[in-house]
């Protein structure tokens, strides 16, 4: 398993992907046709869920469907893996976040995150936006994680896994190009006068942002071109290693 750091989260968190029934449930959503036999049969387009999870306010059951403009909360413990037009997501526990509609009711254009933790793969399309309380990320086809800390006055944590990503917090600005996990800061509080600062690669792995670009029939830039990069917590106001894209600051 690919070298990560846990802050805040436990082990079982970051490789919920691996478990058994996580693959079977995985397995039966591509095996019954994906999202389109889901949307076409008026199936669920819900992979996997476990534990509490509310669906706007109410305790929410395996056959429902995850619609734009929803509210979602996960308890302790409690997870859940849904996709939605072509972005796959996966919510950690104690999260609670919006995805609100797009140019269709099945489009995802803005998914905002209140507190906890999702990792999403997003295909090419309109521009779609994740918005925290300390930062926004505009993004194109790409894979991300997110996480807000409410610990640390909504500190926020975004990672660019693979592609472009327009960066915003405080206003300070970067556009990040990432082949392999550039990650950064949204600061409560600035940092040596910057709302927007580096950060290392936090609490999640290559395997799950492979997963979640596999359910929606994607691959990985690395994936891709056969080879991964250098997770050093360099940012972008860093030298950054030969095998990674720079952002460009503007």
């Not at 070298?3 to 995985?26: C, I, M, N, P, Y």
């Not at 996990?181 to 799950?208: C, I, M, V, Y």
Request: proline residues 5%; contains cysteine.
């Amino acid at each position: 398993m690919s070298h990560h750091t846990l802050q805040g989260r436990v082990e079982s968190e970051v490789t919920w992907f691996q478990r058994r029934d996580t693959l079977k449930a995985a397995a039966a959503w591509v095996a019954m046709g994906g999202l389109p036999a889901a949307m076409a049969q008026q199936r669920s387009n819900v992979v996997e869920m476990v534990g509490d999870v509310l669906l706007n306010g109410r305790r929410m059951v395996p056959q429902q469907t995850i619609q734009t403009g929803d509210e979602i909360a996960t308890g302790p413990a409690s997870r859940l893996t849904f996709v939605l037009g072509n972005a796959a997501m996966h919510v950690r526990q104690n999260s609670r976040l919006t995805v609100e509609r797009g140019i269709t009711l099945h489009t995802v254009s803005l998914l905002r995150l209140l507190t906890g933790a999702v990792g999403s793969a997003f295909g090419r399309g309109p521009g779609r936006t994740i918005v925290t309380p300390t930062l926004t990320a505009g993004i194109r086809g790409t894979g991300v994680y997110t996480e807000v800390f409410p610990e640390q006055g909504n500190r926020s944590y975004f990672c660019n896994c693979y592609g472009t990503v327009d960066m915003e917090a405080g206003g300070n600005r970067a556009l990040s190009v990432s082949s392999y996990h550039q990650s950064f800061w949204g600061e409560a509080e600035p940092k040596a006068g910057r709302f927007l600062t580096p950060a290392p690669a936090l609490n999640h792995t290559d395997e799950e942002i492979e997963f979640l670009s596999g359910l929606v029939n994607q691959r990985t830039a690395w994936q891709i071109a056969g080879r991964t990069g250098v997770k050093d917590g360099r940012g972008y106001m860093e030298q950054r290693p030969p095998e990674a894209h720079p952002a460009v600051v503007r």
